[in-house]
């Protein structure tokens, strides 16, 4: 031993420098804002819980690397498509070949039993503001279980039983008729728990006799809230709700090979300062940074920031309400076009909205809020989404076109008696504040006797007024739920989306393009509907588009093999850990 | 004695029934959207803002709602609170012991030093102790415990990195949550001891030392107000002036004589800060991200969470009439004068 | 008042209230508002971006988050502290001396109601309560003061009906009810007189807890919006700051010391006022 002590002493001086660049070589933790609601793959339907349910848990197919089309199989055995026969020349059938060898984290052997009992409670739980309409849709053909007043809906399960079935090692999937985006909803959303695990631990076992017991729990109820059990490559270590924080543990069967982290650590942090504090420290690895907070993370010294990372999401939005709801509504003034307020379909006049829609800085917005990254929307349907037209026309900053409109607006009566509104976003939102103050300015330079007041309000009061459809100008954005243009369509322009409604907006020509669009399975046909449908809606103006924004991912620079999934949860700050580990730094990464 | 402490007791539950019923009646305001808001987070759930409204039964009157509640409670059920992410009684469980935590740590020094510093200053009225004990007092009584406590963060976490916010670092947080950890007091600073983890105890003590350091600058100055006030008081009475006269010693005489009759309203008052921390320092709590019960209350409020405000101050309501319970039944014993009816 | 002006900490307090009184009032001419600005209280953005600017000939104490101009936020948020001050207090006193003196003065199941009235909201901690009642009929300046008020008015009324218990069984008010005065008259003429002076001393040094409790909703998000000149608005404002930037921690000293020297000094002021005003009042204090 002792010959030997000047030389590990000689080693270790070496090494040292090396070794203690990278804090916690095999844990991996990132901050977020977001905090998980729920580890239950049924019932989660936010970012926070989706990340880490994407570590432990794994769909039938996956994405290949950043691409949003092309898809590989996980516990499926083969994506099917046409070419290969398992969908159906009508595209109502698919067979989906499972997997063999497959375990769970509990030892237990994955079956095609499995993935068809975690498709239909995904379905049958369908809790009241969950995601279960994304399966239910495409596969039974309606919403929801229950009806309008919240009676179950007695054929549910057979329905459900009827849309899924095994047939020896696949799964085989019925549709009523044929919806173009499944396999990217099943690739986000199909999920596979385990059945026998599920019904030891007093969930539902998957029979038509105790279905309806488990249908919209209470979220802490289900078995699966807090606890987990799927084939991912992370098992949950522990969910610790009082310090905002799941830790995920390596599992070492895993069927791929197993992780090279050990283990990882999402934790929720709200301040900002304290994120950048950890992460300068080296206490965190991956933190979340808003626009807003560039500055602060950009240059510092073992910190990597890599910009322009695209996303699935169409954020900010500006909605106009065309028939607000005046009934003690306390943002239109008198309620009356005489200058000291607006009448309640103020919006639903063509030259009101390209008055706005021409009012808007898109140039001077994406330069200075957004230091010029990302690029001006042409569409509701993102610039990653196959169907977004680059060569759409756009609005942009156009004051004399403005005032042309505003000038014909309501027979001329706005431009001589003026108004008076009030736009809200919600509070702490700085993008949206930014917007709703250029339009202020704009709008208000074009007319002395043009008003425009920006109130910040707090989530709940926002709530209460859209959905009394109260809020004249409402300032919101769309995630997407799966990698498909119907699900920016849909919400932004059918009478029937979340937005539309809320509006009272409605043209027939989109309703029918998009409802024939979602039934085609033909690409070239889809893209040729949605080009039309962004036509109409340049036309229509129900809304202002901003820009299809780009992001930064912050991290050190010894997090290495992260890659872009631009649909996976979170996305750049989420991260899916299979890929991840830590080296140190190439030097040159350094600044 | 004991039947004024029973008489006493009695009220207990008047006090938490009225605390709950004014909470409901502050309900009264929200509409059903807006207490919906705490389960609709995402504009992907906008269109079934309806459903859930109708599944927490949040369009029923409140005096309905509030009846459901009270038949929850009857059950020993405080309901389960959103923002903890957990029934109210686990998380009381959760953040009482941060809270209590802190509340120690901050307590003996203002108890200490308000008293030592409070009587000296009025033995020595006037000197250079006395303006110097005022100073503080006065400034810290001025202070706002936000702007106290983002000045410590940036100079001590933001410049020196010596003391993070949170209540403990990484590694510790691993240790405690590790299968070897007794869990014994629930106090982190005593079971990592129990358990022989130095590393650990300086890392909660660590973060312990800023938010103990604002609620100790802040809640002194009362305490050394009271003290040297009502000191000066007593050392302005007729008994230490003819004690005095009589040729006693002052020390004496102030230890003696005035020191214990002066001691009645600091005792009141601090048993009453005790408990006050107790029900959790909200800001500084929320300042320094320590998960105790004020913060997790103030966030409960904030968030329209009920059940959390309502297991929150449920909590600190009960706290605060026990307080003042024992704050009385003190009052008796260092004070004969009075009697207990 | 002689005494008031001969105590230099006395003194101190009322020269910082004088020059925040001076500087409410010539707020317009201090800090000028932009032309066309409808409300005087919206502080004026100089640009979008996020971060602060340290102070300059343009902004002499630079701007905080979203550029915010920090002088004009400070000059019109003295304003802002002397309406909610002056708001709580003298409501809250008013309410206070309505349900206390009630209380003390005809006792039995009055005062049982109200005493467990009081009980009850003195139950709560302030803030909590505070939140709620804003969080509930929706966050803004004037809720918050009412939020504010209405957690404060029980220590009043708590105090006064103390004093009133003990008054009442004074010699002059036996005398006066042997006199055949009548309740009203007792109470206003030879009760309430004799036991407001705790309730001044006792106001004018809640003045500043008040201003701090209603900054501290601010600092919650409840109180005045962004943009408005509220110095526990802009102090929250400098949340995110605190850390510095890359290479200086202290490169955003600004945004969080000078509102926190304001309302400290603010604060600060009422307090040595009120010290010196319960020095002069009340009577057991003298030496």
């Known amino acids: 031993m002792r010959p030997l002590y000047p030389l590990v002493c000689l080693l270790m001086a070496f090494s040292r420098p090396a070794l203690a660049q990278v804090k916690n070589p095999d844990t991996m933790t990132e901050l977020t804002i977001a905090d998980a609601d729920t580890l239950d793959a049924a019932w989660q339907y936010d970012t926070g819980s989706a990340e880490a349910i994407l570590n432990i848990y794994e769909p039938l197919f996956w994405f290949k690397g950043s691409s949003l089309t092309k898809l590989v199989p996980l516990l499926a055995s083969k994506v099917p498509s046409r070419a290969n026969g398992l969908i159906s020349r009508d595209g109502r059938v698919y067979t989906i070949p499972i997997r063999k060898a497959v375990h769970f984290q509990d030892g237990s052997l994955m079956t095609p039993e499995d993935v068809r009992y975690s498709l239909m409670r995904f379905m049958l739980q369908d809790r009241d503001g969950g995601p279960a309409s994304l399966l239910l849709q495409p596969l039974v053909g309606y919403n929801s279980t229950r009806d309008a007043s919240g009676k179950l809906k007695p054929n549910a399960y057979r329905d459900a039983a009827r849309a899924v079935q095994v047939k020896g090692d696949a799964v085989v999937l019925r549709l009523p008729k044929p919806y173009a985006p499944l ?26 006799a105790t279905w309806q017991k488990f249908n919209n729990p209470e979220k802490q109820a289900t078995a699966f809230y807090e606890q987990a059990d799927g084939t991912g490559p992370f098992k949950l270590e522990r969910w610790d709700r009082a310090n905002h924080e799941i830790v995920l543990e390596r599992f070492d069967d895993y069927w791929r090979g197993p992780a090279k982290l050990k283990r990882a650590i999402i934790k929720s942090v709200p301040e900002f300062g304290t994120r950048k504090l950890l992460l300068q420290a080296g206490d965190a690895d991956v933190i979340y940074a808003s626009e807003l907070q560039y500055k602060e993370v950009a240059g510092l010294p073992g910190v990597r920031i890599i910009e322009n990372q695209s996303s699935v999401e169409m954020n900010p939005v500006v909605y106009f309400t065309f028939k607000i709801n005046p009934v003690g509504n306390p943002y239109i003034g008198s309620g009356r076009l005489d200058g000291d307020g607006i009448p309640p379909d103020f919006f639903s006049d063509k030259n009101v909205r390209l008055g706005f829609a021409d009012s808007m800085d898109y140039a001077g917005f994406i330069r200075d809020v957004l230091r010029g990254h990302g690029t001006q929307a042409t569409g509701c349907i993102p610039v990653t989404l196959p169907g977004h037209n680059p060569r759409q026309k756009t609005f942009h900053l156009d004051l004399a076109a403005a005032k042309e409109h505003f000038q014909k607006a309501w027979d001329g009566k706005v431009w001589k008696e003026g108004f008076r509104f009030t736009i809200l976003y919600n509070q702490g939102n700085n993008e949206r504040e930014v917007i709703a103050e250029i339009l202020k300015r704009n709008v208000e330079g074009l007319n002395p006797k043009f008003h425009v007041d920006v109130r910040p309000v707090e989530w709940p009061q926002f709530l209460d007024g859209y959905n009394a459809s109260k809020l004249p100008i409402f300032t919101m954005g769309w995630h997407a739920d799966y990698p498909d243009p119907h699900d920016f369509a849909f919400p932004n322009m059918h009478s029937q989306g979340s937005y539309p409604l809320a509006q009272h907006y409605s043209n027939p020509k989109a309703d029918r393009l998009i409802d024939e669009a979602i039934a085609s399975t033909k690409a070239a046909r889809r893209r040729k509907l949605y080009f039309e449908l962004q036509r109409i809606e340049h036309e229509d103006c129900p809304h202002l588009l901003i820009v299809d924004a780009v992001h930064f991912r912050t991290q050190r620079d010894w997090v290495r093999g992260w890659t872009n999934m631009p649909i996976f949860p979170d996305d750049p700050y989420g991260s899916y850990f299979y890929q991840l580990w830590k080296a140190p730094a190439a030097k040159r990464e350094r600044r | 004695m004991g039947r004024f402490i029973l008489k006493r007791l009695a009220l207990l539950p008047f006090v938490l029934f009225g605390v709950t019923a004014l909470l409901f009646c502050v309900l009264q305001f929200l509409s059903p959207e807006m207490r919906a808001a705490l389960y609709v987070k995402d504009p992907r759930q906008l269109s079934s803002l309806e459903a859930v409204i109708d599944k927490y039964g949040l369009r029923k009157p409140v005096y309905v709602q509030y009846g459901v509640w009270l038949k929850q409670l009857a059950h020993g059920q405080l309901g389960y609170s959103e923002t903890a992410k957990m029934p109210v009684v686990d998380a009381i469980k959760e953040f009482f012991p941060a809270t209590f935590e802190l509340t120690c740590v901050s307590f003996l020094p203002i108890l200490l030093l308000g008293v030592y510093f409070g009587t000296l200053s009025a033995v020595y009225k006037d000197k250079l102790l006395d303006q110097l004990t005022r100073f503080i007092a006065i400034t810290g009584y001025s202070l706002p415990s936000f702007v106290l406590g983002l000045l410590l963060l940036m100079l001590f976490y933001g410049k020196f990195h010596w003391f993070p916010p949170g209540r403990y670092g990484l590694d510790t947080d691993l240790l405690v949550h590790g299968d070897s950890f007794r869990h014994v007091t629930g106090l982190l600073t005593l079971d990592t001891l129990l358990n022989g983890d130095w590393a650990a105890f300086l890392d909660v003590l660590k973060h312990l030392v800023l938010p103990a350091a604002t609620l100790i600058y802040i809640e002194l100055a009362l305490l050394l107000r009271i003290t040297r006030s009502s000191m000066l008081e007593e050392l302005g009475k007729d008994y230490v002036r003819t004690a005095k006269a009589k040729g006693l010693p002052g020390s004496m005489v102030v230890r003696k004589h005035a020191l214990r009759n002066a001691m009645i309203p600091v005792v009141t008052l601090s048993s009453l800060l005790f408990i006050m921390l107790l029900g959790g320092v909200v800001i500084t709590e929320t300042v320094f991200d320590f998960p105790g019960i004020g913060r997790w209350g103030v966030e409960a409020a904030q968030q329209l969470d009920i059940p ?27 004070d004969p004068r009075i009697r207990l009816e | 008042m002689k005494k008031l002006l001969s105590n230099p900490s006395s003194l101190a307090g009322l020269a910082l209230i004088v020059f925040f009184a001076a500087v409410a009032v010539a707020a317009p001419f201090l800090a000028r508002p932009p032309k066309g600005a409808r409300n005087p209280y919206l502080i004026p953005q100089d640009g979008y971006s996020s971060e602060p600017a340290r102070p300059s000939a343009k902004h002499w104490f630079g701007t905080t988050e979203s550029q915010y101009d920090l002088y004009y936020g400070m000059v019109w948020g003295t304003r802002t502290a002397f309406e909610v ?23 039995g199941w009055i005062d049982e109601i109200l005493m467990r009235g009081t009980d009850v909201v003195l139950a709560f901690p302030d803030l909590v309560l505070a939140v709620v009642i804003v969080s509930v009929t ?34 002059f008010v036996a005398a006066a009810r042997a006199l055949g005065a009548s309740d009203a008259r007792i109470l206003f003429r030879h009760i309430i007189p004799n036991c407001v002076y705790p309730l001044l001393v006792l106001a004018s040094l809640s003045m500043g807890r008040i201003v701090i409790t209603a900054a501290a909703l601010s600092y919650l998000g409840l109180g005045a919006p962004v943009g408005y000149a509220d110095w526990g608005q802009l102090i929250s404002l400098s949340r995110n700051w605190i850390m510095g930037g890359s290479g200086n921690s202290f490169q955003y000293w600004h945004t969080l010391l000078i509102p926190g020297a304001a309302i400290f000094l603010f604060v600060l002021g009422w307090n040595l006022l009120g010290d010196a005003v319960r020095d002069v009042l009340d009577p057991r204090q003298r030496s």
């Open chain 3, 85 to 107: 001050a002056l708001f709580v207090v003298v409501t809250s006193l008013f309410i206070g001396i309505l349900l206390g003196g009630a209380a003390g003065f005809y006792g």
């Open chain 1, 183 to 208: 396999l990217s909803i099943l690739a986000q959303w199909g999920l596979v728990v385990s059945r026998s695990w599920a019904a030891q631990h007093g969930d539902w076992d998957g029979s038509e």
């Open chain 3, 138 to 171: 929706r966050p803004g300046l004037f809720n918050a003061m009412i939020s504010v008020m209405l957690v404060s008015w029980p220590s009043y009324a708590r105090l006064l009906r103390g004093d009133v218990l003990s008054i009442k069984e004074r010699d």
């Open chain 2, 308 to 334: 959390g405000v309502l297991g929150s101050t449920l909590l600190a309501a009960g706290l605060f009439v026990l307080a003042n319970l024992a704050s009385d039944v003190l009052y008796a014993f260092v």
